[in-house]
């Protein structure tokens, strides 16, 4: 079989990205296209070229130059469990945050700090609350009681569409981080094709 007509495709994805985001989109190409093996690198923070890929999903500040074509661009949600959104104890506004407590995602302050802007409330300490270095760490913290966290719409959407966390203040507030889709090292083909043209097609409603 020529490398044109190969029916695997190999997508290099960032690895919080494919657990939180790429799932749903990758089971409606395998129900259209089930004659086409996908293996996923999960690759970590940034592009990595340990592994060739066919296409590559990489992260990108909005200020930096498009790679490619942009497939998400990503807006902030302020998540918490239920139990601090509705009921006795539930959170009444911004400004309670800090009595609920806060889970700061390390070098991702700016997200808090954008959060404070937009809803006109005090900036909080970035010494206070739970820390980790994983966006998904900071997720199963939540939704576990810890506290508030604020992350990514396309990472946190998962958790909100199963109930284990809720958005009280929705809003859209830009994250300032987007995500292209660029080829890989391998030649182009159709079934790299098809799952580049299934990636950049707008989401059902």
């Known amino acids: 079989m020529t490398q044109r007509h190969r029916q695997e495709v190999i997508l290099a994805c960032p690895a919080s990205l494919a657990t939180n985001w790429l799932g749903p989109r990758l089971r409606r190409f395998r129900a259209a296209h089930p004659d086409i093996s996908v293996t996923v690198h999960a690759t970590i923070w940034s592009e990595t070229l340990d592994q ?28 918490c469990a239920p139990a601090l959104g509705a009921g006795q ?90 995500y292209d889709l660029h080829p890989g090292e391998l030649s182009p083909s159709r079934a790299s094709e098809r799952l580049r043209e299934a990636l950049i097609a707008p989401d059902p409603t």
């Open 89 to 178: 104890g539930a959170l009444c506004g911004p400004a309670d945050l800090a009595a609920a407590g806060v889970i700061h995602i390390l070098g991702r302050h700016a997200h808090w700090e954008a959060f404070c802007r937009h809803h006109g409330v005090a900036p909080i300490d970035p010494g206070s609350g739970v820390k980790t270095d994983s966006t998904n760490v900071a997720l199963e913290f939540a939704a576990a009681g810890l506290g508030c966290a604020i992350a990514p719409r396309a990472l946190a959407g998962i958790h909100l569409g199963r109930g284990v966390l809720v958005e009280p203040f929705p809003a859209e507030i830009p994250s300032g981080w987007s």
């Open 52 to 79: 060739i890929a066919d296409l590559r999903i990489v992260p990108r500040p909005d200020s930096a130059p498009v790679q490619g074509v942009r497939i998400l661009r990503d807006t902030l949600a302020m998540v």
